[in-house]
T-cell receptor, first 111, second 114 residues
């Protein structure tokens, strides 16, 4: 079964870039890589997704390795409001198009 | 309106009670989901409805009974629950079931079973 591996937690200083890594060595060629985050006492929130090429949106950037066995979520300038658990997720035909969640990385932002 | 609304926010019930969780969205989404989340764990999929028909049941015990009365509403009926069923229950929706579609989640119902 496809799965993702993430560090349990990471710390960063406010207003600095944050790079959140994810390994997915068993990814299939048709699996999309999704990232969601969950702020305290809230439901998960979509951040970004991609297949092969790097992706940018107003929240973050997603850098995908050429062999697709790893990816990195980049927050360009972290704020205190970005403190959350970030989940790296695979989604594709193998999972009946359902989210296969990683354990998540708890991001701590220091003021 | 990009909200998924869940009620109630908190629920305490005994093992012999019957209660229902409600979820509503007005984004025109045709896929709706129930997830269960234990503390410090990722959400676990329970049920998926696609075009108001149950398409996925992840071997959930029959004491959980989902219902989709129309394209905007999703209910989860609870009966004879166990203390280990205490968790955060999350509802989500998406345009359809697809590998690219993003899910919109509600804030959840925090359920305690005594």
């Amino acid at each position: 079964d496809a799965k993702t591996t993430q560090p349990n937690s990471m710390e960063s200083n406010e207003e600095e870039p944050v790079h959140l890594p994810c390994n997915h060595s068993t990814i299939s060629g048709t699996d999309y890589i999704h990232w969601y985050r969950q702020l305290p006492s809230q439901g998960p929130e979509y951040v970004i997704h991609g297949l092969t090429s790097n992706v940018n949106n107003r929240m973050a950037s997603l850098a995908i390795a050429e062999d697709r066995k790893s990816s990195t979520l980049i927050l360009h300038r972290a704020t205190l409001r970005d403190a959350a658990v970030y989940y790296c997720i695979l989604k594709g035909r193998r999972s009946n198009y359902q989210l296969i969640w990683g354990a998540g990385t708890k991001l701590i932002i220091k003021p | 309106d990009t909200e998924v609304t869940q009620t109630p926010k908190h629920l305490v019930m005994g093992m012999t009670n019957k209660k229902s969780l409600k979820c509503e969205q007005h984004m025109g989404h045709r896929a709706m989901y129930w997830y269960k989340q234990k503390a410090k764990k990722p959400p676990e999929l329970m049920f998926v409805y696609s075009y108001e028909k149950l398409s996925i049941n992840e071997s959930v015990p029959s004491r959980f009974s989902p219902e989709c009365p129309n394209s905007s509403l999703l209910n989860l009926h609870l009966h004879a629950l166990q203390p280990e069923d205490s968790a955060l229950y999350l509802c989500a929706s998406s345009h359809r079931v697809d590998d690219k579609e993003k899910l919109f989640f509600g804030s959840g119902t925090q359920l305690s079973v005594l």
